[in-house]
């Protein structure tokens, strides 16, 4: 969904922006994004590219805040639609390998939207989005935390007041606290080693619909277990300096208590997540 210039410039303009862009009712992810940029840069016509762009909107709204956007997608149809949904942008269909059709040192920012978990070769692309930002450039992302022990502890918790509940939660009792012992143990040796390994996970077509229409989106069809802690370490050692690493609202959650938590929760532990990190060298 995009929004409106005059919905933009509301949300630039008032106090606690970021709080009003991730609480707005389009995309909690964008907003968080958007917010990022603001506070580390200003866009001075730079390049950006929207990796991942899906149907193009976030391009487009990158495009209006000063950033000569490309967005560029794996999946030819999402260009295809990106294209005749705003035709004065630029669209790029990838490959299927992690390399990009990029120079260099090409942009000055890059976005990243809940796509991440879905590239089978996580630590390349991470890679070559590293290699075609300018030093000093800005990497934004948001991803859901499939390793936290909270989403299948809640899952057990609440089990016998809501009966469904979405990919990674387990679904019996047994599952979900196989699933809490295995989070807690990645959790605590990932945090020991600091040593990024990118567990690969086996997507879940088949509740693919039952997922979407409860409104978890794409977590489903994930192709390796997503976590914080992977990417924040595998990013400095590809020589980035984490900026942001926290929880932010998700959209498929009703609590307002439970959105307000995953702010302030360890990075490790809420989901989804928002990381924005520069490009030091």
Not at 202 to 215: I, K, S, V
Not at 260 to 279: D, E, H, M, T
């Amino acid at each position: 969904m995009t929004i409106s210039q005059q919905t933009y410039h509301f949300y630039n303009q008032s106090t606690g922006y970021l709080q009003r862009l991730e609480d707005a009712g389009w995309r909690p992810e964008y907003g968080a994004a958007l917010g990022a940029l603001k506070h580390y840069q200003q866009p001075n016509g730079g390049a950006a590219l929207d990796y991942g762009c899906g149907v193009g909107d976030l391009t487009a709204i990158l495009a209006r805040t000063g950033y000569q956007a490309v967005g560029a997608d794996i999946s030819l149809p999402f260009v295809h639609s990106a294209q005749a949904r705003h035709p004065h942008l630029p669209f790029v269909a990838l490959g299927t390998g992690p390399a990009l059709p990029f120079g260099s040192d090409r942009f000055w920012a890059i976005t990243a939207i809940n796509t991440i978990e879905h590239v089978a070769t996580p630590a390349q692309t991470l890679r070559e989005l590293h290699r075609v930002l300018i030093a000093g450039g800005l990497l934004v992302m948001t991803f859901p935390n499939l390793a936290t022990p909270l989403r299948p502890l809640k899952r057990f918790v609440t089990r016998q007041r809501r009966a469904r509940y979405g990919p990674e939660s387990g679904d019996s009792a047994a599952e979900s606290l196989r699933l809490v012992a295995r989070n807690s143990a990645l959790l605590l040796t990932g945090g020991l080693s600091r040593q990024p390994r990118f567990q690969p996970r086996q997507p879940d077509f088949a509740n693919a619909e039952r997922y979407r229409l409860l409104g978890y989106g794409a977590d489903y069809d994930a192709v390796w277990l997503c976590n914080p802690l992977d990417i924040a370490y595998h990013l400095q050692e590809l020589g980035m300096h984490i900026l942001q690493l926290r929880g932010i609202p998700g959209a498929a959650e009703r609590s307002t208590m439970v959105n307000r938590l995953r702010r302030v929760l360890p990075a490790a532990i809420s989901s989804p997540i928002l990381l924005a990190a520069r490009k030091t060298f």
